[in-house]
């Protein structure tokens, strides 16, 4: 079982920076991909960048350019850098962790994220 805490949430101006932390915990599988997705009031929620335990990543393309996705193995940690922030980047953000071989997949609680002037 793995268990995902995220923070790093909050109140960001368009144009700004945010970086959002995802500390997991528990037994990790040979293969597995950890990720953003957001989620906004009447929206699905929707996948934002991932980043495999081989270390590639991958953005949606309505944020590249904008926001990073990291790891640091040692802390057991995935990064969210979001730059260049958007009033439509408003949304609830939640870490995701998903096995490749086993078909596992956890949540967490989520973070809001608000980007207003």
């Known amino acids: 079982q793995v268990q995902l805490v995220e923070s790093g949430g909050g109140l960001g101006q368009p144009g700004g920076s945010l970086r959002l932390s995802c500390v997991a915990s528990g037994s990790f599988h040979r293969a597995f991909s950890m990720g953003w997705h957001r989620q906004a009031p009447g929206n699905q929620r929707e996948l934002v960048a991932q980043?495999?335990?081989?270390?590639?990543?991958y953005y949606e393309d309505y944020v590249k350019g904008r926001f990073t996705i990291s790891r640091d193995d040692a802390k057991n940690t995935v990064y969210l850098q979001m730059n260049s922030l958007k009033p439509e980047d408003t949304a609830v953000y939640y870490c995701?962790?998903?096995?490749?071989?086993?078909?596992?997949?956890?949540w967490g609680q989520g973070t809001q994220v608000t980007v207003s002037s």
């Open positions: 980043i495999t335990s081989g270390g590639s990543a």
């Open positions: 995701n962790y998903r096995s490749i071989l086993g078909r596992y997949e956890t």
